[in-house]
């Protein structure tokens, strides 16, 4: 990694996403690396020298995307479910077993040479930071396997043994055996655990559990709530003080209310990773929504009552195969009625936000990611537009520009 400096400059517009800067969206502006850490930011005109100077061309420039929710660990095809919901069947937590039975047939050098095609794919759209999770092994060995090739990849790794009952299994002997033998087997490989709460999968006393034993083994806790009707969720996540609570496709007024409620005292503009007061994210999946013919999360009512939003892709075989944030930052905007500058924040910093990698140092001394600021991630995409509206006013076209990683030039 090169500690050189870098200066990218000729950025027409900006959007740093950093709520603490006096100007959040700058024009002409112009952004300094030093090795894989931001060192300035301001108007072009003022930008200090550096070894290397990046001519931007007036395109606009934003942080990475921050994917904070996908399912990449997997092996087989869907599509003939895909065809069959949209001829009217009903999305079903079933098919989770198809994928499961194919990638536990996977050997390892497949799994990962897919995981790690899944991945160059997501950072060819501009994703710089990106969580994955296990979930369709469902056994403590395969759970395993899964966690370790998903740690070589991703920048953050979720255990979600509790995706699923396996067929067979008892719902209950199962749930005793995600808390104990696989939480221990993962644990080495993963920094968060989830649990898929919702009929058909855990119930709210399984759920319980599984947060509980997360909690215990010291993991970050994350909740799939409210995806396929009213359920008890997001009252869950709160009351673990879960990092997010992801699909909330049916909320009640009290659910948002308790979501609400757990941002209150917040300070938007430079807590740090560890400041109190951070609640719980709801964390909207657009491009699933649209696949699975679902009720589209209420993004805009979320930020109306003041609850922290997230965008991810929940790049996925059954309910959504695709990573593509430029596809959710737009049906944000175009469908769920938010702002470009709110869309594309809920899928910079509100993504960073629900991995708790916002600001400061994480636990493992990475850098802030999802804003642009003095001393965060050099993580910026350009795009091939003048202004990041053009993320939803020329929707589906190939926008993404040049990609920086941690000051390094990705694409
Ligand atoms: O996030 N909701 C649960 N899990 C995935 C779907 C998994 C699948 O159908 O394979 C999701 O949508």
Redesign the pocket.
Known sequence: MSSASKLVTNIGELSTQDLAADTPVLRDAAVVFEGERISWIGPARQAPAADEVVDAGGRAGLPGWVDS?T?LV?AGD?SAEFDARMAGQA?E?G??A??TEATRAASDYDLTRLLLARAAEAAAGGTTYLETKT??GLSVEEERRHARIASTVADTVTF?GA?LVPDGADADEYTDLVCTDMLAAVRPYVQWADV?C?QG?FTTDQSRRVLQAAREAGLGLRV?GN??GPGAGVQLAVEFGAASV??VNHLSDDDVATLADSWSGWDDAGAGAGAPGAGTVATC?PA?DLS?RAPLAPARRLLDAGVQVALAS?C?????YTSSMNFCVATAVLQMGLTVQEAVRAATYGGALALRVHAGEDRDGARAVGSLAVGHRADLQLLNAPSVAHLAYRPGMPLTGPVFRAGELVR
């Open positions: 929710h399912h997997f869907r999305y937590a098919g989770i198809v994928t979930g369709y979600l995706h898929f919702e999968a799939h995806q396929l992801d699909h999946l699933c699975t929940n996925n075989p059954g309910t959504s």
